[in-house]
């Protein structure tokens, strides 16, 4: 088929040259965010992929890559410190 036009947000982070952090930061991170889709939790929202990654790990204990998997789903969300709307 045709190719699609890059997004704009591929031109602007693609390059990852605007910040780079460990995926243990991203999560810390993420706890400066009030989450839109879930404005009244009242926990961080780090504990939410730590609750999900174990959730994970007790369903499918064989299945490391998804462990992580449900640690990082999240992760994209602190692009909205940034700027970029949730």
């Known amino acids: 088929g045709p190719q699609r036009p ?3 947000q591929s031109a602007e982070y693609g390059s990852c040259s605007l910040r780079k952090m ?3 930061e991203a999560l810390e991170l ?3 965010l009030v989450d839109e ?3 009244d939790v009242d926990f961080p929202n780090s504990y ?3 609750q999900t990654a174990e959730g994970i ?4 204990p064989d299945k490391d890559w998804f462990h992580l998997v449900g ?3 999240d992760l994209g969300k602190v692009l909205a410190l ?3 709307p949730q």
């Open 6 to 8: 890059p997004c704009p």
């Open 22 to 24: 460990g995926a243990m």
């Open 30 to 32: 993420l706890d400066q």
């Open 37 to 39: 889709s879930d404005p």
């Open 48 to 50: 939410h992929a730590y």
């Open 57 to 60: 790990r007790r369903a499918h």
């Open 71 to 73: 640690l990082l789903h």
């Open 82 to 84: 940034f700027g970029e």
